[in-house]
Every structure is written in structure tokens, then in C-alpha cells.
């Protein structure tokens, strides 16, 4: 089991709350209580500290209230698949009305925040003006729409695009604004860059005007080359994305050999170098702004601690201290779930000389000894050895266990998954090809009931065991996909659905080549611990395409139109806009790539973000509407591709060198060190070399080796590991490796100069290579 995975935070503590008897209501632990979760948690709520106010507090954290206000978030942005243009109409009152419960709910979450933070510090925070401006804003419009609809007068709904202001302002979304705050500040360093890259697009623009615009060239369709510096500047810029290369190029090229090298320049200089500055200026500056943001954090979380301190602390001799029995309660209201075993580790940890109290400095810890999972190990038999020992026991089923825990065991169905790849390539209608995935699915479920007859079921299948049970799923799957196919090519059922579904289960079934390779699993790994972050990108970027998802709707609604293949007229050849006539777009049959619902809008997004192509969506809308369309298209490419993709890459960078490279924090080191000194530990190195694993519930298991049956016949009990290091996320090992600059007795500066401290605070102003390094 897994100590740390017990309901913990600000709901638990408003639980815990209500569940101390009378006597225990200690207004000042509840305080120091929710102090220790803000710590606990990064958060960095200035809030009242008043009775009611901590108790509104602590419902404002409740988990449900938080599911609540994602629930109207996610109403409110999803209501543009209904309003038109939509991809579900419904009546404009059916929305509306929808909208303004979303808003009320938004402006309740705002007022009951009002009610816990100091009236100055609400209205100091631009956050709060941003929602209350939003609403109201939204309101005017619904107001302005409506009546003009009520008329027959068709207006623009201009404020939907301003809904994701309460996704990103609300305090739940801190990441999102995190990452929009390195953007903002990453801005200024860019834009010298920015402008210098296109002062060097129009140089060669006016040089491509020079020399190719006096030649009368003739592009492909006949058009005039190069002779306009508007459609050369675009082009160029087009050219840096390499989208259309080499057809840009080809007039010029086919008249003389010698104008490639002007091209070849102008790539060298902007898509190669330029490009590479940007990535390596916004990753400069990234790294900066977010040093200088979980610094922030470090120290708002030590502020944190010590005023919990302050509440509880007691003098005894020389020196202020917690007592022990304070020190549990506070331990348990922010915790209530943690077992007296676990409680007492952590005990034996803060109080090392079992003095009875806690001293300062280890009280600093706790937010800290909370936050790490440490993971109880229940050592369990085998239901086999007790229901049937002898059997069990015997010399045979000893074999076929240590014949499981092999290694050669695992290469010999890698050897099998491989060999199963090969035939799946093949023709599956000859009957050698599909009797053989019968053989292999046998061979697979054999497999898996090896393990459970080896390893004690209930540890294999263990809550945390990811591994297992992603085995066994694949397994199941391609049971079924099998019995399926067999099923319908038995029968006269010919659903083209349905065979597509088997053929994507049974390859599935490869996917186990993850589990059998270690370095697959490391990587699948890290995948997952930066996974929560990427979320946190993935939020940015749904911003950003939903501001310009409405804006496209507005602008291009209606311009293009798809018709069903088999349509042959002349309207459908031109997805319904003479326009067209004659253009790339038409001729590539691109009529499905249009701004006629939310859907369809964010499907064109995503094809410009992959860069191929885009010059041809962004000409064909600028021929249905004006020339000025193509700015739209320049501008979500620099927000986008040039901007937050590099930023993404350099939070990839980032966090690989910190997840390769971060050792074990200071805390974690002395949790291990005490569950060592207390005889029981066990070692991670043990853990993954699956040496324990059949008869406990653990986590990282490797499920190999063969020497488990020695090893767990001397154990009994419960020991204690720490969760291996791959489940620390990454914002926690970027704080930790923050953290470790300030020293314990550290108190840090004051509250407002941790709020303004900025990246000119932390690297020096004239960096030596040292420094740089």
C-alpha cells in the first residue's frame, strides 16, 4: 500500500476539521494547518486570518469546488460548438442563458474569494479586475447580440473570444499563468531578434524585386513573378518555413542557374541561422524567467512555514520549539489519513534526539516530508502456499518459479513478440498466417498465468503496478480482437468499422516490446513524469487556439464550402466560391479546410502549426476575403510556431537535464537514511531488480530474478521504501533543485521583494564563464 496516496490537502483538512472533538477545535493549529498546505501545495493565497475567513478557505480549496468551476470553464468554452457558426446548432436563448450561469457561477467564485483575501490585496490583484472586466464585457454583448438579433440584424459576437481569460486568471490555472509570464517576459529579447530577422526578409525581398521583377518570369499558373514586395515579402517569410521549397524558387532557377544561389543565401541566413537564434534566445530566456518564477516559489513556501512556526512555536530552554504533540495534531489535520506508522517515521526524522519536541529548522520540513511518497511493503504469501503448501512447494513448481523469474524467460517471449510482429505484416486470409494467432495468443496467456502462479496476484496487479496491467490489457485486447475477427469472417457480418477496430487491437498487442525492454520503459517513464507539465502547455496552446479558432470563424465563416466527392458541378470544383477558380487551394481539393465550425477551425489550426502547406490555406483565404487575410495566418505562425513551440522545446530540454542529472534531495536522503537505522528498509535496487516482488505490494517491480524464494522467507512485517525518484514531477525537482540554494537558516527576503524579485536578482549582471557554465 501506499501511505502517501491517502486523501491529503485542503479538503482533508476541512474534513479533519469537523471531525475533532470540541475540545480540539485550536483555532491556532487549524491556522498553522492551512499555512503548512499552501506550503504543501505552492499556493499563494493571501488570505484573512480570522476564524470564518480560514474556514471559507478551506471550502474555497475543497476539491469539489474546483471540479465545479472546471465543469463551467469547460461549459463555457464548449458553447462555441453551438453558436454559430455551429457544429450543433442551438437557439441563441439556449446559449445565452447557458453563458450567463456560467457567469454567475464565475462571479460567485470570485465574490467567495473576496471573502477570504484582505480587501486590498482583491483589488490590487489584476487577476480579479481581469475576470470582473470579462464578465461584464461578456454581458454588454450578449445584451448588444441579442437585441440585434431580435431584429434581424446579424453582429459579430466579439466576447467569445475573450473566454479563455477565465481559464487562464481563476487561481486553479497558476501553471497556465506561469507559462504565460515566461512568454510575456521572454518577449522583450525576442522581438530584437524578431525585428532584425525581418529587416533581413526585406532586404532580400527588395532584392528579389530587383532582380527577378524586371524579367517578366511567369510563375506555374501564369501569374506575374516577383513583381509585387508585398506577395515577394510573404513569400520569403513562407520560405523560412520551408513550405514552399523548392517551388518558389523554380521560375528563377529554370531562367538561370546562378539565381539559386540567392536562395540558397537567404535560406542559410534565415531558416538555418535565425531560426536556430530564436531556439537558442528563448530558451536562454525561458530558463531565466523560470528560475526566477520557482524561486519565487521556494521562498513563498518558506515564508509559509515559518509563520506556521511562529503560530505553534513554545520556548523551552534557549530556544523556541513545536512540542511533539502539537507537532502530530498539525501532522494529521493536514494528512488525516496517514498511518501511525508512517506518522512516527516522519516523527523519528523531525525529532532525531527524541527530545520530545521539534526544532525549528525541522519543522521547516514537514510541507516537505509530506509531499515525499513513502511506500509501505507488506510482505504476503502466495494464496497456492497456503490453500495447498505441499504442492506449491514441490520441486516442480519451484522450477517453473525460478524458470519465470529468469531473465531468459523474458528475452524468449521478446524473441516471440518479434516473430508475432512479422506475421501480423503478412497476409492474414492464408490459414497457416491465421491459425499462427491462435498459437501466439496462446503463448501470451500462458505467459501471464505463469506469473500469477509465480508472483503473489494481488501484488502483481497492484494499484501502482502500471506495467502489469498494461501486459494484461494488451493481452485481453487481442483475445478479443482475435475471437472477433474469427467471429465475423465466420459469419456474412462485413462491417468495415468493426474489422478496422480488430486490426488496431491485434497490432496493439505489439505494444508489449514496451514492457520487455528496460530502455523502453525509461523513456516511456519520463514521458509520463513530464506529462503533467505538458498539460500544462497543452492548456496554453487551447488557449491560443481558441482565441484564434473564434476569430477565424468570424472572419472567414461561410467562404468556403465542402461538397461530397461525388458532386461534379462546377460550384463544388471551387469549394463554392468563384474565388477559387484556378487556385492551388481548389486544385489540392482543400475545401474541407475551413472556419465553418469550432471543429473544422481547430483542425486548420493544427495544420498550420505543422507548417507544410500553410502558404496555400493562407493564399486561398486571402483570395475569398483580401490580401490582409494573410497577416491572420503570419500571426499565428509567430505566435505559435515561432514562439510557444520553441518555448515548448526548451521546457523538453530543460526538463531532461534536470530529470538526468538531479540527485536526491536532502529529505528524501534522511527519510531513507531513518527507515535504514529503524531495520525497516528496503533498497530501491532490490525493488527493481524484482528480487522481493512476489509476495508484497510494491511498486517499481521488475518481476525477474531468482533468488526471491531465500529472500522473502526471512521477511516479515512492514517495510518502508521511498517511491523511486521517476515519480517526482517535473516542477517538483526543478523547485528542489532551487531549494538546495537556500540554506536552512534562511529566511529569505520580505514578502513584497520575493514578488518582485526578477532574473537580474539571481544572475549576475557580468556573468564569468564560470558562472555561465
Not at 34 to 49: H, K, L, M
Request: glycine share 4%; proline share 4%; aromatic share 14%.
Amino acid at each position: 500500500m501506499e501511505l502517501s496516496s491517502a486523501t491529503s490537502g485542503p479538503e482533508a483538512i476541512k474534513q479533519s476539521f469537523y471531525t475533532l472533538k470540541p475540545s480540539e477545535k485550536d483555532e491556532d493549529l487549524l491556522l498553522a494547518a492551512a499555512y503548512v498546505s499552501d506550503a504543501q501545495y505552492n499556493r499563494n493565497v493571501p488570505f484573512e486570518t480570522s476564524p470564518r475567513a480560514i474556514r471559507l478557505y478551506y471550502f474555497y480549496n475543497h476539491w469539489t469546488m474546483q471540479v465545479a468551476i472546471y465543469f463551467f470553464i469547460c461549459v463555457d468554452l464548449s458553447l462555441a460548438l453551438f453558436e454559430e457558426p455551429a457544429l450543433f446548432p442551438l437557439p441563441f436563448l439556449a446559449t445565452s442563458i447557458a453563458e450567463v450561469l456560467c457567469l454567475t457561477a464565475f462571479f460567485g467564485r470570485l465574490v467567495h474569494f473576496a471573502k477570504v483575501t484582505p480587501q486590498m490585496v482583491f483589488w490590487k490583484d489584476t487577476k480579479n479586475i481581469c475576470i470582473m472586466v470579462t464578465i461584464v464585457l461578456t454581458l454588454i454583448d450578449l445584451i448588444i447580440y441579442g437585441s440585434l438579433e431580435a431584429v434581424n440584424i446579424h453582429s459579430i459576437r466579439w466576447s467569445r473570444a475573450l473566454r479563455p481569460v477565465f481559464l487562464i486568471n481563476f487561481p486553479e490555472s497558476r501553471q497556465i499563468r506561469r507559462t504565460f509570464r515566461s512568454i510575456r517576459n521572454t518577449l522583450p529579447d525576442i522581438l530584437y531578434v524578431f525585428l532584425l530577422f525581418m529587416f533581413s526578409v526585406l532586404i532580400f525581398s527588395l532584392m528579389a524585386l530587383k532582380l527577378f521583377g524586371v524579367r517578366s518570369l511567369k510563375t506555374v499558373e501564369g501569374l506575374p513573378y516577383f513583381t509585387d514586395i508585398l506577395e515577394i515579402a510573404f513569400e520569403l517569410y513562407v520560405l523560412v518555413t520551408t513550405a514552399n521549397s523548392p517551388d518558389v524558387m523554380m521560375p528563377a532557377y529554370n531562367f538561370s542557374r546562378w539565381y539559386s544561389l540567392y536562395f540558397i543565401t537567404y535560406i542559410i541566413i534565415n531558416t538555418y541561422i535565425f531560426m536556430s537564434v530564436f531556439l537558442a534566445v528563448v530558451y536562454n530566456n525561458y530558463r531565466k524567467h523560470l528560475k526566477n518564477e520557482i524561486l519565487k516559489l521556494a521562498y513563498l513556501k518558506r515564508r509559509k512555514m515559518i509563520e506556521a512556526f511562529n503560530i505553534l512555536k513554545v520556548k523551552v530552554g534557549t530556544e523556541f520549539v513545536v512540542t511533539e504533540a502539537q507537532w502530530k495534531r498539525l501532522a494529521k489535520i493536514v494528512m488525516p489519513h496517514i498511518s501511525s506508522p508512517h506518522l512516527e517515521l516522519l516523527l523519528r526524522i523531525s525529532d532525531e534526539g527524541q527530545k520530545g519536541h521539534v526544532d525549528k529548522m525541522n519543522f521547516l520540513r514537514l510541507a516537505d516530508l509530506l509531499n515525499i511518497q513513502v511506500v509501505a511493503i507488506n510482505i504476503k504469501r502466495h494464496p497456492l502456499e497456503d490453500w495447498m503448501p505441499r504442492v506449491y512447494q514441490s520441486s516442480a513448481s519451484l522450477l517453473v518459479q525460478r524458470m519465470v523469474r529468469h531473465r531468459i524467460f523474458v528475452w524468449v517471449y521478446d524473441v516471440i513478440i518479434l516473430v508475432n510482429a512479422i506475421f501480423i505484416a503478412l497476409d492474414e486470409k492464408k490459414p497457416f498466417i491465421s491459425n499462427a494467432e491462435w498459437l501466439f495468443l496462446s503463448l501470451y496467456i500462458i505467459e501471464i498465468l505463469l506469473k500469477l502462479y509465480t508472483y503473489e496476484p494481488r501484488a502483481y496487479f497492484g494499484r501502482k503496478q502500471f506495467w502489469n496491467w498494461f501486459d494484461t490489457l494488451i493481452i485481453i485486447a487481442a483475445l478479443v480482437a482475435t475471437v472477433a475477427n474469427a467471429t465475423i469472417q465466420s459469419g456474412n457480418y462485413n462491417s468495415q468499422q468493426i474489422l478496422d477496430i480488430v486490426l488496431i487491437l491485434r497490432i496493439l498487442r505489439l505494444l508489449r516490446i514496451i514492457v520487455s525492454i528496460q530502455r523502453f520503459r525509461l523513456i516511456v517513464t519520463t514521458l509520463i513524469n513530464i506529462g503533467p507539465t505538458i498539460l500544462t502547455f497543452g492548456g496554453l496552446v487551447l488557449v491560443v487556439y481558441y482565441v484564434f479558432a473564434i476569430i477565424g470563424m468570424e472572419a472567414f465563416q461561410g467562404k468556403v464550402w465542402f461538397f461530397d466527392p461525388n458532386f461534379t458541378t462546377p460550384e463544388a470544383q471551387v469549394c463554392g466560391n468563384p474565388a477559387l477558380t484556378g487556385s492551388a487551394f481548389a486544385r489540392d481539393h482543400y475545401c474541407k479546410n475551413n472556419f465553418n465550425d469550432l471543429a473544422s477551425s481547430f483542425i486548420v489550426l493544427m495544420e498550420l502549426t505543422v507548417v507544410n502547406q500553410w502558404h496555400v490555406l493562407a493564399g486561398g483565404f486571402a483570395l475569398v476575403t483580401h490580401q490582409a487575410a494573410k497577416l491572420y495566418f503570419i500571426s499565428f505562425h509567430i505566435v505559435v510556431v515561432i514562439l510557444i513551440v520553441n518555448i515548448f522545446i526548451a521546457f523538453i530540454l530543460e526538463a531532461f537535464f534536470v530529470a538526468y542529472s538531479l540527485e536526491k534531495s536532502e529529505v528524501e536522503t534522511a527519510i531513507e537514511k531513518k527507515i535504514q537505522e529503524l531495520g525497516v528498509g528496503v533498497q530501491e535496487e532490490e525493488m527493481q531488480d524484482g528480487k522481493l516482488i512476489d509476495n508484497m505490494d510494491a511498486k517499481d517491480s521488475g518481476f525477474s530474478g531468482d533468488d526471491g524464494d531465500n529472500k522473502r522467507k526471512a521477511l516479515k512485517g512492514l517495510y518502508f521504501r521511498i517511491a523511486s525518484k521517476k515519480y517526482r514531477t517535473v516542477d517538483a525537482l526543478l523547485q528542489q533543485m532551487f531549494e538546495s540554494e537556500i540554506t536552512p537558516e534562511d529566511e529569505g527576503p520580505s514578502l513584497d521583494e520575493i514578488l518582485n524579485l526578477s532574473p537580474s536578482d539571481i544572475y549576475p549582471k557580468n556573468p564569468s564563464f564560470g558562472n555561465s557554465a
